[in-house]
């Protein structure tokens, strides 16, 4: 079976080269921009192609899409023709399988790994969750077989496109909100000539306190124990923040109002 | 060093038990509520006392507070008499060395391990930072040597109370504000049926990235990509939860407005 990758950004840097140590042919890269396509091409030993996606390869068994969100839908019309008979498969959290029918394709899959990708890290995949959704039965048994020389079999789930939508709303908040609170803390500290270093270990320790409670059971802070003289006293150190400010008030209340369990 | 712990908390529970190990003697633990004495006494073979905290032994060189930051002045006040020539030391992250002053005694200082405690899990303090503040430079360097028994050198700080209070508001988004994100995506999941055990690999990847990038550099998402279509259906997925709705659209805002690098 060949694959090609449309798309050569964060989620193809990482997926591509782990399918094929894990044997797969990969035989073409494509990305709109050709520095893109040549850097994770050349990575491969495969084909580089770029520009207009309906000159991508006509050569492939499967085709993996991990392109924008909003660019999706032209790019699954462009690769119709002369393609009729190979599989596509999307990798997008938000957007349902019916695109590949509305664009005529018999063969439409997602193939949904969980996780957050950058070009700066590789992704462990043995520990990614796996979610599969396929218009043929077959294909679906396809898709489970390749995700299955990735990671661990209780890690693949079947799942409609509503599920997916509701893991990637979830993910916004367990992972983008999560970072950005990150994000926060380090201005916090920055304004004060401290290092976010320091916050590593809290961090890590309370992420592996997830992993032995459920997060409403392992909350803590000022606003777990409705300590009001903490968090006006906090309140007021973001007056010059009032964003933060918003931020801190907004989760604060959220904590009390879904935490009736403590105190 | 005779040391006695005042309150029998998450944080005592952990501390009390980890420099005890480390062969420091723990003459009493007190705490409110005889239960609580009674547990963390028993687990250290030593006193338990109870109830009012002038009662708390006389016979300790250093007394280590960890109480609810509401009811420390108080404590403080009461613990003078009888107590004048020990060393007294709390533990929280927003309250200022002056409470000691304020309350007569000459021997003040803090103690601030910055991490969560869980009566659950047991913390590894070779990953804790401390930070430490005395009216007198020996107790600093005294309560330096303490901590030392526990983390690494570079692990320990010396800090202002300013400093402090900057470093226990960072806290709160990385550790208290991350762990409610978490506990907002558990409902969102739970909603449809789904466990929280999938994120898992999707968190732990998500921190294990801020130990090589900075967060702002790590942040990825609908909101870093400015995708208006997928914000618009997350955010019309959550109408059944306006609390939701209002923390997904400010904290999407935030990201939009604190990573202008981003695309």
Same mark, same amino acid.
């Given at each position: 079976?060949?694959?090609?990758?449309?798309?050569?950004?964060?989620?193809?840097?990482?997926?591509?080269?782990?399918? !094929?140590?894990?044997?797969?042919?990969?035989?073409?890269?494509?990305?709109?921009?050709?520095?893109?396509?040549?850097?994770?091409?050349?990575?491969?030993?495969?084909?580089?192609?770029?520009?207009?996606?309906?000159?991508?390869? @006509?050569?492939?068994?499967?085709?993996?899409?991990?392109?924008?969100?909003?660019?999706?839908?032209?790019?699954?019309?462009?690769?119709?023709?002369?393609?009729?008979?190979?599989?596509?498969?999307?990798?997008?959290?938000?957007?349902?399988?019916?695109?590949?029918?509305?664009?005529?394709?018999? @063969?439409?899959?997602?193939?949904?790994?969980?996780?957050?990708?950058?070009?700066?890290?590789?992704?462990?995949? @043995?520990?990614?969750?796996?979610?599969?959704?396929?218009?043929?039965?077959?294909?679906?048994?396809?898709?489970?077989?390749?995700?299955?020389?990735?990671?661990?079999?209780?890690?693949?789930?079947?799942?409609?496109?509503?599920?997916?939508?509701?893991?990637?709303?979830?993910?916004?908040?367990?992972?983008?909100?999560?970072?950005?609170?990150?994000?926060?803390?380090?201005?916090?500290?920055?304004?004060?000539?401290?290092?976010?270093?320091?916050?590593?270990?809290?961090?890590?320790?309370?992420?592996?306190?997830?992993?032995?409670?459920?997060?409403?059971?392992?909350?803590?802070?000022?606003?777990?124990?409705?300590?009001?003289?903490?968090?006006?006293?906090? @309140?007021?150190?973001?007056?010059?923040?009032?964003?933060? !400010?918003?931020?801190?008030?907004?989760?604060?209340?959220?904590?009390?109002?879904?935490?009736?369990?403590?105190?």
């Amino acid at each position: 079976m060949k694959l090609a990758f449309i798309g050569a950004g964060r989620l193809a840097t990482n997926l591509a080269p782990a399918l !094929q140590t894990a044997g797969c042919e990969v035989v073409e890269v494509w990305s709109k921009t050709r520095a893109s396509a040549e850097a994770l091409a050349a990575r491969m030993g495969c084909r580089a192609s770029w520009g207009r996606v309906g000159d991508a390869t @006509r050569d492939a068994d499967l085709y993996i899409l991990s392109i924008k969100d909003t660019a999706l839908t032209d790019v699954i019309g462009e690769l119709h023709d002369g393609r009729e008979r190979a599989l596509f498969a999307h990798t997008a959290g938000s957007l349902p399988l019916s695109l590949f029918a509305e664009a005529g394709h018999e @063969r439409g899959a997602v193939f949904y790994p969980m996780q957050t990708f950058s070009k700066e890290r590789a992704v462990d995949f @043995r520990q990614v969750h796996f979610f599969i959704e396929a218009s043929l039965p077959a294909d679906h048994d396809m898709l489970h077989a390749l995700a299955a020389l990735l990671t661990a079999d209780d890690h693949i789930h079947p799942c409609t496109s509503a599920m997916r939508r509701r893991l990637h709303l979830a993910a916004v908040f367990a992972c983008n909100f999560v970072n950005h609170c990150c994000t926060l803390a380090d201005d916090i500290l920055q304004d004060g000539g401290l290092d976010f270093g320091v916050m590593l270990p809290l961090l890590d320790e309370t992420v592996a306190k997830l992993h032995l409670l459920p997060p409403r059971q392992a909350q803590t802070g000022p606003a777990a124990r409705r300590d009001q003289n903490v968090m006006g006293m906090q @309140r007021a150190m973001l007056a010059d923040r009032p964003d933060l !400010q918003q931020i801190y008030t907004l989760l604060s209340n959220s904590i009390m109002n879904n935490n009736s369990h403590l105190t």
